[in-house]
T-cell receptor, first 114, second 109 residues
Framework: DAGVIQSPRHEVTEMGQEVTLRCKPI?????LFWYRQTMMRGLELLIY????????DSGMPEDRFSAKMPNASFSTLKIQPSEPRDSAVYFC????????????FGPGTRLTVT | AQRVTQPEKLLSVFKGAPVELKCNYS??????LFWYVQYSRQRLQLLLR??SRESIKGFTADLNKGETSFHLKKPFAQEEDSAMYYC???????????FGKGTSLLVTP
């Protein structure tokens, strides 16, 4: 089992460009989470889905960020237009069931916006 | 709103010494508390959760509701324990992790 898969692993883009990050959760998991890690703010939740439906997107910084989960095996996080302050490591995680269940993290995507 | 505080950014101990990584939280309800760990070049992974009352790799953590703390302890640190440790909370009304900023543990020989 490859676990949670994220692509790309590294992304370097110029300010103003669109960036799409991808995540494949573990098969059978019904929760999917997107987190962002920065030096200043640490790890923070952006959005999470349950059964492909967005439940809490209060952590999404602004309208430039959007996330979708068209099916149980795929999710995207899109930034348009990107800005240098979006530079961070973006993690996807999945879990099965409620709060007592472990969240499994992907390797992360390191995004650099120049 | 809930908040998790890890007061130490970096903790350095000698091999064989006891180690305690501090975690305090602020939340008025009944949260679930976790410790996650990230070893060098590895993914963030669950170390232990308070509800399981388990000991993993010699680490234990006790939830102290009076002091709102969930400190991580190990009596004898090993070099392989060197990693980044994150304390996290899930509120009783949600499912997403609220992380502290992490403590980097360095165990030196």
């Amino acid at each position: 089992d490859a676990g949670v898969i994220q692509s790309p692993r590294h992304e370097v883009t110029e300010m103003g460009q669109e960036v799409t990050l991808r995540c494949k959760p573990i098969s059978g998991h019904d929760y999917l989470f997107w987190y962002r890690q920065t030096m200043m703010r640490g790890l923070e939740l952006l959005i999470y889905f349950n059964n492909n439906v967005p439940i809490d997107d209060s952590g999404m910084p602004e309208d430039r960020f959007s996330a979708k989960m068209p099916n149980a095996s795929f999710s995207t996080l899109k930034i348009q237009p990107s800005e240098p302050r979006d530079s961070a490591v973006y993690f996807c995680a999945s879990s099965f069931g409620t709060a007592n269940y472990e969240q499994y993290f992907g390797p992360g995507t390191r995004l650099t916006v120049t | 709103a809930q908040r998790v505080t890890q007061p130490e950014k970096l903790l350095s101990v000698f091999k064989g010494a006891p180690v305690e990584l501090k975690c305090n939280y602020s939340y008025s309800g009944s949260p679930e508390l976790f410790w996650y760990v990230q070893y060098s070049r590895q993914r963030l992974q669950l170390l232990l959760r308070h509800i399981s009352r388990e000991s993993i790799k010699g680490f234990t953590a006790d939830l102290n509701k009076g002091e709102t703390s969930f400190h991580l302890k190990k009596p004898f640190a090993q070099e392989e324990d060197s990693a980044m440790y994150y304390c996290a909370l899930i509120p009783d009304s949600g499912y997403a992790l609220n992380f502290g900023k992490g403590t980097s543990l360095l165990v030196t020989p």
